[in-house]
């Protein structure tokens, strides 16, 4: 009896710490990648990656957003990317804030640092019109099967925005269309799983969607990751097939508002010159260093 007591009271505390602590964590997770290139970058580019906002009470309000944007200036990025899902849809006990009212709240993030996103199924199942206008009034651009040229004080990167690949809005020929096949780029995409489908001079993937698997068991990793890619590959940065992938765990939650083993996340990517981490070409050994909770 004393045992059943025992892993009854770690089951009741662990479900309170999925639905009230966790979901309302924050970490910042940091990698650094060499990036390619016969046009060496001038200095180090970060990339702040803010993925899967889910606005709803009682997680992630208003007034948490505008810290995470907060936070996300104090990180000092040169470029933020957004891979969807701003809106909630069909999760227990949450209450969808307009976009209208939650995007809001990045604005002063857009004004100071050049912003990119893209549409999630979330939106789309929300009303996708209606987010991209919000995202527009926000002052951030909504890439919509398109690639374009972004010049920062590092250098200039090319950027590909594919269109939701959950709800078959993607257009792979569309997007690469005005990429040049000797440019390296950045593909974002709201799905990991283009990843394998993408032209070789794409060197970064950078998506959300899975939620890191959102809910994770010790021993065992993500339960669900909405995703037909290795189980492995739903969460962190990784190299497969000569490019890398970065698969963001994000900030909200959907399905049950928990999160466990798997807290909300925000991404910094800071890209060198190739020269600067490795000898020549793209490193196959990766450096990451997790910094501390922010709230």
């Given at each position: 009896?004393?045992?059943?007591?025992?892993?009854?009271?770690?089951?009741?505390?662990?479900?309170?710490?999925?639905?009230?602590?966790?979901?309302?964590?924050?970490?910042?997770?940091?990698?650094?990648?060499?990036?390619?290139?016969?046009?060496?970058?001038?200095?180090?580019?970060?990339?702040?990656?803010l993925?899967?906002?889910?606005?709803?009470?009682?997680?992630?309000?208003?007034?948490?957003?505008?810290?995470?944007?907060?936070?996300?200036?104090?990180l000092?990025?040169?470029?933020?990317?957004?891979p969807?899902?701003?809106?909630?849809?069909?999760?227990?006990g949450?209450?969808?804030?307009?976009?209208?009212?939650?995007?809001?709240t990045?604005?002063?993030?857009?004004?100071?640092?050049?912003?990119?996103?893209?549409?999630?199924?979330?939106?789309?199942?929300?009303d996708?019109?209606?987010?991209?206008?919000?995202?527009?009034?926000?002052?951030?651009?909504?890439?919509?099967?398109?690639?374009?040229?972004?010049?920062?004080?590092?250098?200039?990167?090319?950027?590909?925005?594919?269109?939701?690949p959950?709800?078959?809005?993607?257009?792979?020929?569309?997007?690469?269309?005005?990429?040049?096949?000797?440019?390296?780029?950045?593909?974002?995409?709201?799905?990991?799983?283009?990843?394998?489908?993408?032209?070789?001079?794409?060197?970064?993937?950078?998506?959300?969607?899975?939620?890191?698997?959102?809910?994770?068991?010790?021993?065992?990793?993500?339960?669900?990751?909405?995703?037909?890619?290795?189980?492995?590959?739903?969460?962190?940065?990784?190299?497969?097939?000569?490019?890398?992938?970065?698969?963001?765990?994000?900030?909200?939650?959907?399905?049950?508002?928990?999160?466990?083993?798997?807290?909300?996340?925000?991404?910094?990517?800071?890209?060198?010159?190739?020269?600067?981490?490795?000898p020549?070409g793209?490193?196959?050994?990766?450096?990451?260093?997790?910094?501390?909770?922010?709230?």
């Amino acid at each position: 009896m004393a045992i059943l007591e025992v892993f009854a009271a770690l089951a009741a505390a662990s479900g309170v710490y999925g639905l009230a602590i966790e979901p309302r964590r924050l970490i910042v997770r940091f990698h650094r990648l060499s990036w390619p290139g016969e046009r060496m970058l001038a200095a180090p580019i970060r990339i702040a990656v803010l993925a899967d906002v889910h606005a709803a009470w009682p997680h992630m309000t208003v007034s948490r957003l505008a810290r995470i944007a907060r936070r996300i200036l104090d990180l000092e990025p040169s470029l933020v990317l957004l891979p969807g899902d701003f809106s909630t849809t069909e999760t227990w006990g949450a209450v969808p804030i307009a976009p209208e009212i939650a995007l809001a709240t990045l604005e002063p993030l857009a004004r100071r640092i050049p912003s990119y996103a893209v549409l999630g199924n979330h939106d789309y199942d929300y009303d996708g019109a209606r987010v991209a206008r919000a995202l527009t009034a926000a002052g951030i651009r909504v890439l919509v099967n398109e690639s374009l040229p972004i010049d920062l004080d590092g250098g200039r990167l090319w950027l590909v925005g594919l269109d939701d690949p959950v709800t078959f809005r993607h257009d792979l020929e569309a997007a690469f269309a005005g990429l040049p096949e000797d440019e390296p780029a950045i593909l974002l995409s709201h799905s990991p799983d283009v990843h394998s489908f993408v032209p070789a001079n794409v060197r970064l993937v950078i998506a959300g969607h899975t939620h890191g698997g959102q809910v994770c068991l010790p021993g065992f990793g993500p339960v669900v990751t909405m995703s037909r890619l290795p189980r492995r590959q739903a969460h962190g940065l990784h190299e497969v097939g000569g490019r890398h992938l970065f698969v963001t765990s994000g900030v909200g939650t959907t399905g049950l508002p928990v999160r466990f083993l798997r807290p909300p996340e925000i991404g910094l990517i800071e890209l060198l010159p190739a020269a600067a981490l490795a000898p020549v070409g793209f490193p196959s050994r990766l450096q990451h260093a997790p910094l501390q909770p922010a709230e």
